[in-house]
């Protein structure tokens, strides 16, 4: 099963506002990263946190870590037009190769 | 920074020939590379992990003899889609991890990806 369920599935605000994707993991991990994704495209990292980290910024972005509710958020502030993608959270435990990535939050910011 | 780059970015082919993607680290060695397909407003699905040298490790499910992976050097990694069907359409996705960099930080640079349509 995923490891990342993410909500909400989609989002759709206007210019401006902030955005709020939230996710969900049920075991131990040892970093959690958001990802971005264009429309048939490839993921862009964003924003990695460790797991002994609680909050992170970078630019508009936001990113909160709960791990005694194994879940986090991505905030992005003052959205624009450009922020419109799909966003997905992905976790990995220490020593592990792989990521693994929730379902994801499609975001659109209405101009 | 750490480019990835996949090629073809789109494809379309009969039912039953095969066809290959590839994953190249421009600037960068890649000791490992993963394969992901993704279907239409869907999250990724690892199919296999690529580790240069070896023999690619598949995730459950996955079929080894449909999806031949070879990963015969630190910058390329090529996915084989044998005889492929119509059901084996979907959008395929590569990423690498930088050699030697990030300890105990898993940051994938990732393929743009190839949209794959099987007549």
């Known amino acids: 099963s995923q490891q990342g369920e993410e909500d909400p599935q989609a989002l759709s605000i206007q210019e401006g506002e902030n955005a709020t994707m939230n996710c969900s993991y049920k075991?131990?991990?040892?970093?959690l990263q958001w990802y971005r994704q264009n429309s048939g495209r490839g993921l862009v990292h964003l924003i990695l946190i460790r797991s002994n980290e609680r909050e992170k910024h970078s630019g508009r972005l936001r990113v909160t870590l709960d791990t005694s509710k194994k879940s986090s958020s991505l905030l992005i502030t003052a959205s624009r037009a450009a922020d419109t993608a799909s966003y997905f959270c992905a976790t990995d435990k220490r020593g592990a190769q792989k990521l693994v990535f929730g379902q994801g939050t499609r975001l659109t910011i209405n101009p | 920074g750490a480019v990835v780059s996949q090629h073809p970015s789109r494809v379309i082919c009969k039912s039953g020939t095969s066809v290959k993607i590839e994953c190249r680290s421009l600037d960068f060695q890649a000791t490992t590379m993963f394969w992901y397909r993704q279907f239409p407003k869907q999250s990724l699905m690892l199919m296999a992990t690529?580790?240069?040298?070896?023999?690619?490790?598949?995730e459950q499910g996955v079929e080894k003899d449909k999806f031949l992976i070879n990963h015969a050097s630190l910058t390329l990694s090529t996915l084989t889609v044998t005889s492929a069907h119509p059901e084996d359409s979907s959008f395929y996705i590569c990423?690498?991890?930088?050699?030697?960099?990030?300890?105990?930080?898993?940051?994938?640079?990732f393929g743009a990806g190839s949209r794959l349509t099987v007549l």
């Open positions: 990423s690498a991890r930088e050699r030697g960099v990030g300890t105990g930080a898993n940051v994938l640079t």
């Open positions: 075991t131990s991990i040892n970093n």
């Open positions: 690529s580790n240069e040298g070896s023999k690619a490790t598949y």
